[in-house]
């Protein structure tokens, strides 16, 4: 059962322009929902994170939708560049449980 | 600055081979983790451990084990190599509970290929 469902699986934009990726979850406990940025070659790194308590949450050019009653979130990435293009992972966690389930990935291609 | 370094990038193993892949920290983080990562399915997680000598299973345990002998080091151990465990490993680290960000910090990978 995938607790955390992420679309689309890719994603290409031109340059300047908003990048939207989706998540939703089925287990009303996840009270902690991140994203994770990846580049070619490296490991994911924290991006931004959310918890349900909020709406939403801006860091710079990234901003985290939260819709509590539809379990769903989403990035939005503003004035999108070339060096955003990248695989983005959605996840989401309980408590101070350990484990993070984590979305299938986007790959978001940004076109100079 | 937070570091995760994990033994090898790129791993060849045929068939049956016993294969260790080694992580180690230098942040004192109590949470480690192993994960697979295929391409359109994501982050799966093998296995976490959440202090020295202890471990649970995550989603994908089969045909793996892990060691935690000591805090810094996590070893993920492929007891005998098959074709359908060819991927890219991760292995991630994390504070204790409480920290508000509940941030984990990952390894560049090891990507493996069972022959």
């Known amino acids: 059962q995938q607790q955390v469902k992420q679309s689309p699986q890719s994603l290409i934009v031109q340059k300047g322009g908003i990048s939207i990726i989706n998540c939703a979850y089925e287990n009303t406990a996840f009270d902690y929902f991140p994203w994770y940025q990846q580049f070619p070659g490296k490991g994911p790194a924290l991006l931004i994170a959310?918890?349900?308590?909020?709406s939403e949450k801006k860091e710079g050019r990234f901003t985290i939708s939260f819709n509590k009653s539809a379990k769903q979130f989403s990035l939005h990435i503003m004035d999108s560049q070339p060096g955003d293009s990248a695989t983005y992972f959605c996840a989401a966690s309980k408590g101070s449980n350990y484990k993070l389930t984590f979305g299938k990935g986007t790959l978001l291609t940004v076109n100079p | 600055d937070v570091k995760v370094t994990q033994s090898s990038r790129y791993l060849v193993k045929r068939t049956g081979e016993k294969v260790f892949l080694e992580c180690v920290q230098d942040?004192?983080?109590?949470?480690m983790f192993w994960y697979r990562q295929d391409p359109g399915l994501g982050l799966r997680l093998i296995y976490f451990?959440?202090?020295?000598?202890?471990?649970e299973k995550g989603d994908i345990p089969e045909g793996y084990s892990v060691s935690r002998e000591k805090k810094e080091r996590f070893s993920l151990i492929l007891e005998s190599a098959s074709t359908n465990q060819t991927s890219m490993y991760l292995c991630?680290?994390?504070?204790?509970?409480?920290?508000?960000?509940?941030?984990?910090?990952f390894g560049p990978g090891t990507r493996l290929t069972v022959t």
């Open positions: 959310i918890r349900p308590d909020v």
């Open positions: 991630a680290s994390r504070p204790p509970g409480g920290v508000p960000t509940y941030e984990q910090y």
């Open positions: 451990s959440y202090d020295v000598k202890m471990k």
């Open positions: 942040m004192d983080h109590e949470n």
